[in-house]
């Protein structure tokens, strides 16, 4: 069982900055692959970042080069840097971890966190 708790999301002008947080416990967090994934309003859950056992990270096309996922295991914390926000990138933003290699889908067996909201808005 791992818990789950994100922080960090709140309000900012396009082009600034946000720094999000995923808090694990209850678990090794070393052994799995971690992910941020985003839901906006009508829209499906996508994929957005991840970063494996190894540190290897991955991004979708769509936040490569202004995000930046990290993971420091000494502190069971997962991190996104989300800079140069755009309107589109508005969603609540799910923190994920994979007991497996890193992967740009969910599995069944993942656990979420309850999620931040990243509001982009002039």
């Known amino acids: 069982q791992v818990q789950l708790v994100e922080s960090g999301g709140g309000l900012v002008q396009p082009g600034g900055s946000l720094r999000l947080f995923c808090a694990a416990s209850?678990?090794?967090?070393?052994?799995?692959?971690m992910g941020w994934y985003r839901q906006a309003p009508g829209k499906q859950r996508e994929w957005v970042a991840g970063?494996?056992?190894?540190?290897?990270?991955d991004y979708a096309d769509s936040v490569k080069g202004r995000f930046t996922i990290s993971r420091d295991n000494a502190k069971n914390t997962v991190y996104l840097q989300m800079n140069s926000l755009k309107p589109e990138d508005a969603a609540v933003y799910y923190c994920?971890?994979?007991?497996?290699?890193?992967?740009?889908?969910?599995?069944?067996?993942?656990?979420w966190g309850q999620g931040t909201q990243v509001t982009v808005s002039s």
């Open positions: 209850g678990s090794i967090f070393s052994i799995y692959a």
């Open positions: 970063i494996g056992r190894g540190g290897s990270t």
């Open positions: 994920n971890a994979h007991l497996g290699p890193l992967m740009s889908r969910p599995g069944p067996n993942d656990y």
